[in-house]
């Protein structure tokens, strides 16, 4: 094969890998084909009401880890082949680790191959985890063949490959860790979880930069993508279902890693509310996190820039989505900021992704450009959600009594948020980012209507 640089689809340099050529099952004697001319239909298959197809028993094994078994859908599907993606120094060995801590003692057979770290290093990081941790077995191992042949013999129930990038097979040309390798050991793998009925746990590195290289090539042969998100210097961690074929994607499980290993955030709202200061710049998102109502902090900094350029820096949010809400309301609400950096934190290293977030980032930059705190009458921080429209119109997101709810529930009321739907008490319906901007800062003596007119 000629020498490629550049990726001729993404136009990425060298990323483009060697791989091993399947062996074509009989040279086609024409010499022309491949467009499915010469393809004579076989004998038929029979097709069946799915009514009648049996029923697979999805008896699902706990891991004892209550947020990860919410975000797996109930649990380890036996047989399933699950991808677990996070930057380096996130905790994804931490977790399997006590993962498989947890089902080795309620006798479930698990195996953990560390093809990163010598078997005594795992041991260092079990001996933090506590005595259960102990029981797992291990394997250090890298080879392919090697850990293919000890799953055969050993039959465990839920076994972990730490990490994907770290396999390698004698048979195949190329460095551990490029696609064609990972490729190769997740197929090899997937095939073998299938037919044994082992249930994998696929540990991959993501890069900082969200490359997922690695990983993403396997997220098709997957049943299930994990992605373990954080800031390394930061105690948080979530852990979200990008992919999940035996559950939703939408759940969100948080954990704060600590001396013994991670520990489940049961009341993420009440840690971020605690620290939310409810100075300029601050606002708190009732945001939802799967079908859990979750209060972040929201925060920004306007500052002059001396660039041409002016600078949109992120945390947690979408850049682009910045890039918006700046636009609607420039256009919507004269607040210009053509010649101001602006900074957008979501506190906690915590990630927001969806679009009910539009609102608390507009207000959190209002809120600093303008130099004053959105504070509830009560001087209590001020907590909102909704989505912006192009127009400059709020826009009705789902659940709003659940997340009016829960900031109630830590004395943040009222709620802005979007008119429309059915309006829980304690919401401040507004119909417009306009009408949003003046009653935060009416010091909420005037309800929205008035405020508005
Ligand atoms: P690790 O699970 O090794 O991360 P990954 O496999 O994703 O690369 O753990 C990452 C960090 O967690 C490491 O810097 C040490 C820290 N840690 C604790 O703070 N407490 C603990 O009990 C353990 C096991 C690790
Ligand atoms: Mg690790």
Redesign the pocket.
Known sequence: MAWTGQCPDCREWNTLVEQAAPRPASAPASGKAGNGRNLKPGAPGRSIPLREVEMVNLERFSTGIGELDRVLGGGIVPGSLILLG?S????????TGMALANLQAAGIETLYVSAEESAAQVRM?AE??GPAALGVKVLAESSLETVLGTIESERPSVCVI?SVQTMHSAGLSGAPGSVGQVREAANALAEQAKRLGVAIIL?GHVTKEGSLAGPRVLEHLVDCVLS?EGERERTWRTLRAIKNRFGATSEVGVFE?????LTEVLDPSARFVEEATGAQGSVVLASMEGTRPVLVEVQALVSPSELEVPRRVVNGIDRNRLGMILAVLARHARLGLGTADVFVNVVGGVRVDEPGADLAVALAVASAQRGEPLTGPDGRPMACFGELGLTGDLRYVAHADRRVSEAAKFGLSPVLGPAGGESPGGLAPCASIRQALKFAFSGNQASPESAAA
């Open positions: 996070g380096p120094g996130i905790g994804k060995s931490t977790v990081r933090r985890l730490d540990v373990f890693m600590r001396s013994g290993g």
